[in-house]
């Protein structure tokens, strides 16, 4: 039986087993790589993907409970190959090092900001609990969220 997942407004047919992670389908299947498998156990976020318009691990989310839902990945944020402005904001910030942990910053900070789109540098915070990043000490993804926040507010 196949299942049916919405990625990136597509819709594609997996005939893997139901418990298989959705992390699997979308780097080994359908080549969307922009998700990392590093920890595969829920806790580092560089495999968050929103699901409905909210973040959630990859690695533990069974294809099962994703089909029939609004998958979106990095690769499906931007238009026509435009980056977002909160993208924008990270590249003007020189955010970006090794990149492992950068897909999953954005997937999480775009649902937060679209969520809190005034919020503040706490709350931001407090937003990228589930995220590791071993490079960049956060400082300066944190400060490129605030100027998306700013922008909300003015």
């Known amino acids: 039986m196949a299942l049916s997942l919405t990625i990136n407004g597509e819709v594609f047919a997996s005939r893997r087993d139901p418990m298989t992670p959705l992390i699997d389908v979308l780097r080994e299947d359908l080549a969307l790589t922009g998700a990392k498998a590093v920890c595969r156990e829920g806790f580092c976020g560089a495999c968050m993907v929103l699901i ?3 973040p959630a691990v990859s690695c533990l989310t069974p294809i099962a409970l994703a089909e029939g839902r609004d998958i979106r990945t990095i690769e499906g944020l931007g238009r026509d190959g435009e ?14 090092q090794c ?9 999480t900070l775009t649902a937060f900001l679209a969520a809190e789109p005034g919020a503040t540098r706490d709350e931001i915070k407090r937003a990228l ?3 590791i ?3 960049t000490g956060y400082e300066r993804i944190i400060d490129a969220a605030l100027v998306c926040a700013a922008g909300a507010r003015d």
């Open 52 to 54: 409905d318009g909210r």
């Open 83 to 96: 980056p977002t402005p909160l993208q924008q904001a990270l590249e003007a910030q020189d955010v970006v």
């Open 99 to 107: 990149g492992m942990c950068f897909p999953g910053m954005v997937v």
């Open 133 to 135: 990043c071993r490079c």
């Open 129 to 131: 609990v589930g995220n």
